[in-house]
């Protein structure tokens, strides 16, 4: 009887192992990647969007900053602020999301410091929630090193898609020029990502790998508003559209921050600008303030909205921009 019992658990455990190989194989053997990005969302207001991108049937979800908004004035008392938005915050997300388990970088809002850069003190202690909150695991390397920069590989069969996040708020030097107006700076020692993380993404950017989705929480391609981008530190961007020149092959920009939407283009780099889930501009300001750039696909976008990056094995890139009932807002294709 105890041989026949053996011999049953020994046959359910191999056809469980049948199935479980079988699930691993198909994950590696996926046709495409469905990719959803947004910033901007106030843990405080409703936030409806859920409901439409759960239709979208998204393999991951990436969080571009702007997470919480749990700054104040005083650092001492954001600390104990973004404690709370977090907490809020987790009620917030559906079930399907929180599955996911998110991608995120962090911008000004869930950092700490409006504007903020390597000044902000308490950014180790901000540094500690943001990880708390996303669950990162305790032996990844966000936990060693300073700031929230980092990489993640997917697969779509033969396809390799190279997902990196950045840190344009621990290390980045003073803006310059007034709120609202910052300038380009002339001083070639003031940085966005901090030496350290430059060694880092460089040495990223040698993985192999068939495409890259780079994710900055400030815009990368804008040139002509004056709030925060790279465009502020034009030998940073320099070095960056350098790097992605060299690496040969697609990369696809991905940013936040702005409360409004667009998809840029120069040369053939796309950047899609996604904000915001939830914190729309005031009507009266939409009417007033009609922004473009040249570098502008189509128009912006001002209402709620979330951006989609869909990878297929067969090689075709799909760029979109919905709003929050799932509407196309902009769409563009290409193919690897």
Request: net charge negative; proline share 3%.
């Amino acid at each position: 009887m105890v041989d026949m019992m053996n011999s049953r658990i020994k046959i359910l455990y191999l056809v469980l192992s049948l199935i479980l190989s079988s699930l691993s194989l198909a994950e590696d053997n996926i046709e495409s990647l469905k990719i959803g990005f947004g910033s901007c969302i106030d843990e405080a207001k409703p936030q409806p969007i859920w409901k439409a991108l759960e239709k979208e049937r998204l393999n991951d979800f990436f969080f571009m900053g702007d997470n919480i908004y749990g700054d104040m004035d005083s650092g001492v008392l954001s600390i104990s602020n973004m404690g709370s938005a977090y907490a809020k915050q987790a009620e917030n997300f559906p079930d399907w999301l929180q599955n996911l388990k998110p991608l995120a970088i962090w911008d000004d809002h869930d950092y700490g410091l409006n504007d903020g850069g390597q000044e902000y003190t308490l950014k180790k202690d901000s540094q500690k929630l943001f990880l708390d909150f996303w669950k990162i695991d305790k032996q990844d390397d966000r936990h060693k090193r300073e700031g929230v920069y980092f990489s993640e590989t997917r697969q779509i069969k033969d396809k390799k898609v190279l997902l990196i996040g950045l840190d344009t708020r621990y290390f980045r030097s003073p803006l310059e020029g007034e709120k609202r107006n910052y300038q380009s700076t002339s001083d070639v020692s003031k940085t966005i990502l901090g030496e350290q993380q430059w060694e880092w993404l460089e040495r990223t950017f040698q993985d192999s790998a068939d495409i890259i989705i780079l994710v900055s929480s400030i815009q990368i391609l804008a040139t002509n508003h004056g709030f925060e981008k790279w465009s502020n530190f034009p030998h940073e961007k320099e070095r960056l559209l350098s790097l992605i020149k060299q690496f040969k092959k697609p990369v696809i920009l991905a940013s936040g921050d702005r409360h409004k939407a667009g998809i840029y283009k120069q040369g053939n780099l796309y950047e899609l600008t996604s904000s915001s889930l939830n914190k729309p501009l005031p009507r009266w300001l939409v009417a007033v303030w009609n922004e473009t750039d040249p570098l502008l696909l189509g128009k912006m976008h001002y209402d709620m909205n979330y951006g989609l990056i869909s990878i297929h094995s067969s090689g075709t890139v799909n760029i979109d921009l919905k709003d929050d009932k799932g509407n196309v807002l902009e769409a563009l294709e290409f193919t690897l």
